[in-house]
Nanobody, 125 residues
Framework: QVHVVESGGGLVQAGGSLRLSCAAS????????MGWFRQAPGTEREFVAA????????YYADSVKGRFTISRDNAKNTVYLQMNRLKPEDTAVYYC??????????????????WGQGTQVTVSS
């Protein structure tokens, strides 16, 4: 079993930056990919970014390309999401998730087995 915990959310003005962290514990060697998803009130959870644990291959939603950067530190079993030029529409609860499957896509939430509790990001205009 893998356990993930997010941190780093908060309130920021539009145009500002935040860095989210996701620390994994447990059977971390079983992780193939880790991803970030977000969910605003009344909407479905949507893909934000993902990174493979081994090769560091990254994936991004079109809405965040060029503004968000996902990175990893395997020694710390931690994944980061650097969010720059934040917009009010980025406001959501951000969730970290881990996937042990090498097959399947990076963007589907159904490919991820272990989820954190989420961290709130609020961007004021």
């Amino acid at each position: 079993q893998v356990h993930v915990v997010e941190s780093g959310g908060g309130l920021v003005q539009a145009g500002g930056s935040l860095r989210l962290s996701c620390a994994a514990s447990g059977r971390t060697l079983s992780i193939y990919r880790m991803g970030w998803f977000r969910q605003a009130p009344g909407t479905e959870r949507e893909f934000v970014a993902a990174i493979t644990r081994g090769g560091g291959v990254t994936y991004y939603a079109d809405s965040v390309k060029g503004r968000f950067t996902i990175s990893r530190d395997n020694a710390k079993n931690t994944v980061y999401l650097q969010m720059n030029r934040l917009k009010p529409e980025d406001t959501a609860v951000y969730y970290c998730a881990a996937s042990g499957a090498a097959s399947g896509g990076a963007v589907s939430l159904y490919e991820y087995d272990n989820w954190g509790q989420g961290t709130q990001v609020t961007v004021s205009s």
